[in-house]
């Protein structure tokens, strides 16, 4: 079972920032936080991902609380484009990933 | 990170017919991983192919019904077995990132559309 809990789905206005949140609660002291998303009829693409850190790469910025059982992956400045399933996930070195049902983000113009 | 190739994209398939799903990486890789994601649902992981060993299953997959080759490190199928509507979904295959660049990520093909009718 998924070791995460999103939010089903959201809207964002195209050009703001989309925050998506994941809650994660039972995560080990050795796992990470990452995050995928999948454009319709396409294959997973890896986003970010990190430990207890913030990260930010040129996609996006994940924060993630200092007790680590939550995190929110945010989108700059979302576009049409973004729109898509977003999955976070939680997995500890070794381990498969293991899929929820994500949150559907909906950018509209 | 790897580029993966999916044959075919997509596919008809009539029931009780078979379908073998092909999956060629750029890079050798030690692990290569099948997923299912049946219609308007998440990822499901089938099974991990290692080269030179059989493949290890997750529950409710068997080999019967999913048979998977690994002949090398940048190669590996998979198989669905005497095929009903079910088995309608999306295969996807996937590989291990590097290691060395702090636990990255799986990276995945385009994936297989395959269709039961």
């Known amino acids: 079972d998924a070791k995460t809990t999103q939010p089903t789905s959201m809207d964002c206005a195209e050009g703001r920032a989309a925050n998506l949140p994941c809650n994660h609660s039972?995560?080990?002291?050795?796992?990470?936080v990452y995050w995928y998303r999948q454009i319709h009829s396409q294959g997973p693409q890896y986003i970010i991902h990190?430990?207890?850190n913030n990260e930010t790469n040129e996609m996006a910025s994940l924060i993630i609380t200092e007790d680590r059982k939550s995190s929110t992956l945010i989108l700059p400045h979302a576009t049409l484009r973004d729109t898509a399933v977003y999955y976070c996930?939680?997995?500890?070195?070794?381990?498969?990933?293991?899929f929820g049902p994500g949150t559907r983000l909906s950018v509209l113009p | 990170s790897a580029v993966i190739s999916q044959k075919p994209s997509r596919d008809i398939c009539q029931r009780g017919t078979s379908l073998t799903i092909q999956c060629q990486v750029d890079?050798?890789?030690?692990?290569m991983f099948w997923y299912r994601q049946q219609p308007g649902q998440s990822l499901t992981l089938i099974a991990t192919?290692?080269?030179?060993?059989?493949?290890?299953?997750e529950s409710g997959f068997v080999i019967d019904k999913f048979p998977i080759s690994r002949p090398n490190l940048t190669f590996s199928t998979l198989t669905v077995s005497n095929m009903s509507p079910e088995d309608s979904s999306i295969y996807l295959c996937?590989?291990?990132?590097?290691?060395?660049?702090?636990?990255?990520?799986?990276?995945f093909g385009s994936g297989t559309r395959l269709t039961v009718v």
């Open positions: 996937s590989v291990d990132g590097d290691r060395a660049i702090d636990n990255y990520g799986y990276t």
């Open positions: 192919a290692n080269q030179g060993s059989e493949a290890t299953y």
């Open positions: 990190g430990l207890k």
């Open positions: 039972t995560i080990s002291g050795n796992e990470y």
């Open positions: 996930i939680v997995r500890g070195y070794g381990q498969n990933f293991v």
């Open positions: 890079s050798q890789v030690t692990m």
